[in-house]
């Protein structure tokens, strides 16, 4: 996954599929990254429609900062077809991490531009967080102008529809930050929402802010 701090000796883990009408025994399972292809043997058994993930004993070192390319297929002897064995181009990032402060992100860029580093997460539901400086298009429910400039002013805004999408996870990740030079870090940010529904209804929308450290989120 992609994230700051990766090493030099990063795991792998492919999830295989077995799309067949038999079981499938030992197999091959490789990876690409970089130009270099590694190659290992799983030794267990796939029956048709079952998934299993296997995670390579050789590791990758990722702890340049930038984006890395991977390719991952298995190989299986007397395999018709090799239409559905490839997953190419998934994309791992290693961020950099801000370490000057304070620091200020705001979305006043041109619309639709997430602040630097800034990325829509693409594990989520299928919406994500649109950035706008006119009113919603449902009726009561986000704000009408952004907080900083107010009413006719050209700032924009963070924004997720719900109307009609209850219970979808719509997330935003902000980029990664080095906080071991602060003794006592804060996170501030204005926040609007129109929450007709009251708590524990069907329909109400909860906001998560989550802190993501070595792996554990709270």
């Known amino acids: 996954s992609s994230g700051c701090g990766l090493g030099d000796s990063s795991l792998v883990t492919i999830e295989v599929r077995n799309f067949g009408l038999d079981t499938a025994f030992t197999f091959d399972i490789s ?14 058994t796939l029956p048709p429609g079952v998934t299993k993930a296997y995670t390579f004993n050789t590791t990758v070192d990722l702890s340049v900062v930038g984006v890395y390319l991977f390719d991952g297929w298995p190989t299986l002897v007397g395999d018709t077809n090799a239409n559905n064995d490839t997953l190419s181009g998934y994309q791992v990032e290693h961020l950099s991490a801000i370490s000057s402060f304070p620091y200020l992100a705001t979305f006043d860029n041109p619309a639709g531009v997430l602040p630097p580093g800034w990325i829509q997460e693409t594990t989520d539901g299928p919406q994500d967080w649109t950035i706008q400086n006119t009113p919603p298009t449902s009726t009561g429910t986000g704000p009408n102008f952004d907080h900083t400039f107010g009413p006719g002013g050209n700032g924009y805004f963070a924004y997720v529809e719900d109307s009609g999408q209850e219970q979808d996870s719509v997330t935003l990740r902000t980029p990664c930050f080095d906080l071991s030079a602060l003794i006592a870090p804060e996170f501030s940010f204005w926040y609007h929402s129109n929450n007709s529904s009251g708590p524990g209804a069907a329909t109400e929308n909860e906001m998560h802010i989550d802190l993501i450290y070595n792996g554990s989120i709270t």
């Open 31 to 44: 990876y690409r990254v970089g130009g270099v292809t590694t190659t290992e043997s799983i030794t267990d």
